[in-house]
Each structure stands twice: as C-alpha cells, then as structure tokens.
C-alpha cells in the first residue's frame, strides 16, 4: 500500500507563490509517474501537471504552463509542485497521486493523497 502526503498548501496573495510537497511511504514504485490534481468548490477535480518516473517528462494543463513547475528528488521519495504567479482561480484543493503515466494523465490514479488546500487572495 502506497501512502501519500501532500503539505505546503496555505493562503497567498494573487501574484504571490507556494510550492506543494507530495511525499510517499509504503510500497512506492519508483517507476511509477506522480501528478498533481486539483478541485475548486463546486467543480470537478482537473489535471494540473505530471512527471515521469525520471523527470526527464513532464506534462502541464495550459492554465498553469508556465507558472507551475512540477519536480522530483526520487531520493526522497517527493515529488514537488512550484506555483508562481498564483491568481485566484488557482484555489482549489490540491492532490497528488501516482500510477503509470497513462493513468495519471487520465486522472485514473490508484493512490491519491488527501490534499493541501491553497487559497489565492485577490
């Protein structure tokens, strides 16, 4: 069983950054590709950014290319998610989870953490 934490979540000004933390334990694959999710009130989680098991791939949801910059240390075990520029349609709840790419891309992941709330202030 793979566990998963997510910490660094808070509130920040618009214009302001935070970067989110998912660190694992348990039976991890290091093979496996990490992503981060997101879900604002009233909306459906959406795909925020993917890594492949060596973070020479990484993928981003247009809405956060170029502010957002996902990451890992595998030595570590953590995957990290640097957020600048932050507005404040970036509030939401954050989640990490892991799996193979494909599922994480699809948001079909079968381990997920139990998220990091992030409020951007306008």
């Known amino acids: 069983q793979v566990q998963l934490v997510e910490s660094g979540g808070g509130w920040v000004q618009a214009g302001g950054s935070l970067r989110l933390s998912c660190a694992a334990s348990g039976r991890t694959f290091s093979t496996y590709a990490r992503g981060w999710f997101r879900q604002a009130p009233g909306k459906e989680r959406e795909f925020v950014a993917a890594i492949n098991w060596s973070g020479s791939s990484t993928y981003y949801a247009d809405s956060v290319k170029g502010r957002f910059t996902i990451s890992r240390d595998n030595a570590r075990n953590t995957v990290y998610l640097q957020m600048n520029a932050l507005v404040p349609e970036d509030t939401a709840v954050y989640y990490c989870?892991?799996?193979?790419?494909?599922?994480?891309?699809?948001?079909?992941?079968?381990?997920w953490g139990q998220g990091t709330q992030v409020t951007v202030s306008s």
């Open positions: 989870a892991e799996d193979r790419m494909s599922r994480v891309v699809a948001g079909t992941c079968d381990y």
